[in-house]
């Protein structure tokens, strides 16, 4: 019988921890392995932790549990739980996140399973208001697709010694380390595969704990691009420098967006950004009426 494990670094957030576990309480294929590991919270939020923990102990047949007495970062945690797994097969899900009910038994019954190095499948975005749909593209993960942009997502469902034989996430990434080790997975194990349903809910409607430092986005970006410098040819660094301005928010070179990726993608960045920071995107607009005066 296939065995997987599921690994959930947690630092802070007992609440989204709760529901995290809740999932997979409702997931319609049971019998599998679930490691959480606290990443240094805090005195307060380690004892909620270990109430939460206490209600789930019947819930799993194999439960592991690390606690870090001081916080070592998301990807020291999932190094960790990833070490220490035993399951055949081995996927991730981050605390503030939730699966759907059918996504163990989706990546099981997939017939890409023994073909691929792994599977992802695409995402049920969940903003508070109502959950959309997100796949950005369907079928076979080749490196040469992967290298334009992040198209996995934040998880993948692979053989735990794949990830364990590629020494795991880079912990010395501030950002893009997803990215990172899908690349490398990709490159040295195989292409990968994206089934054709949504299965995994991101869950946004907070911003609690995720990224917006744009120094540790643009820090990410530029080690991404070191590091993989000799795969990447001059239209995917392209592509990876307009991801680079859409995560970070940077004030981008308004001829670069235009030469890149043409004028109304450039525009629809910049409803983007406007959505996201009324003032700066302002004087981006008011940049583009200059330039196309010229």
Known sequence: MKTVSIYIPTHNRPEFL?????????????????LICDDGSSKENKKKISNILHRYKGSFSDLVFFDLEQPKGACYARNLMINAADGEFIT????????????????????????YS??????????????????????????????????????????????????????????????DLWVRLTSQIGPGYKIQDCTYILNTDHEMGRITNSKRVQDGYIKFI????????????????????????????????????????????????????????????????NLTKK
């Open 226 to 289: 070191e590091k993989h410098a000799a795969l990447l040819n001059p239209k995917q660094l392209n592509s990876l420098q307009v991801q680079n301005l859409i995560n970070s928010s940077a004030q981008p070179d308004i001829k670069f967006l235009i030469n890149t990726v043409g004028i109304k993608s450039t525009l629809d960045l910049i409803n983007y950004w406007l959505k996201k920071d009324a003032p700066a995107t302002s004087a981006l607009i008011r940049r583009l009426v």
């Open 18 to 34: 709760d529901r995290a576990l809740l999932s997979l309480t409702n997931q319609s294929l049971q019998g599998f392995q679930v």
């Open 118 to 179: 792994y599977l992802s499948s695409g995402l049920l975005v969940n903003d508070g208001v109502k959950k959309s749909p997100f796949i950005q593209v369907k079928g076979t993960t080749t490196l040469d697709r992967l290298l334009f942009s992040n198209i996995v997502g934040n998880q993948v469902f692979t053989r735990t010694e794949y990830l364990k034989a590629l020494g795991g996430f880079d912990e010395s990434f501030p950002s893009w380390q997803d990215y």
């Open 92 to 115: 991730g899900l981050d605390d503030d996140d939730e699966f759907c009910n059918n996504r163990l038994e989706y990546f099981f019954a997939s017939t890409a399973l023994d073909k």
